[in-house]
Nanobody, 123 residues
Framework: QLQASGGGLVQAGDSLRLSCAAS????????MGWFRQAPGKEREFVAAITRGGRSTPYADSVRGRFTISRDNVKNTVYLQMTRLKPEDTAVYHC??????????????????WGQGTQVTVSS
């Protein structure tokens, strides 16, 4: 089970940190990803991280502003978001892939999904 939190209403230029807490004892074996879905748009890839944290690809739209990280002791993956823009407004979902040694940028590669947390950035 994945539980995302940390969303909210912020102004452009602000920062937020999203968290995704996972239950179970196998979190460290999973690859993790963040996706987002804006109103009227398809869900899109944001960032991912391998089980050991070595590989962390990002979507072009967030590279340099967002940072994904994980704490395998706390069973949590984070998404630090800085210099937020109105176009970052979306529901953010975390996801887990059983193939933890590889990072995936497509949602069908992920096996488990959290419920999402709303991020709203005002201009």
């Amino acid at each position: 089970q994945l539980q995302a939190s940390g969303g909210g209403l912020v102004q452009a230029g602000d920062s937020l940190r999203l968290s995704c807490a996972a239950s179970g004892r196998t979190f460290s074996t999973y690859g993790m990803g963040w996706f987002r879905q804006a109103p009227g748009k398809e869900r899109e890839f944001v960032a991912a991280i391998t089980r050991g944290g070595r590989s962390t690809p990002y979507a072009d739209s967030v590279r340099g502003r967002f940072t994904i990280s994980r704490d395998n002791v706390k069973n949590t993956v984070y998404l630090q978001m800085t210099r937020l823009k109105p176009e970052d407004t979306a529901v953010y979902h975390c996801a887990a892939s059983r193939r933890g040694e590889v990072v995936f940028t497509t949602e069908f590669r992920y096996d488990y999904w959290g419920q999402g947390t709303q991020v709203t950035v005002s201009s």
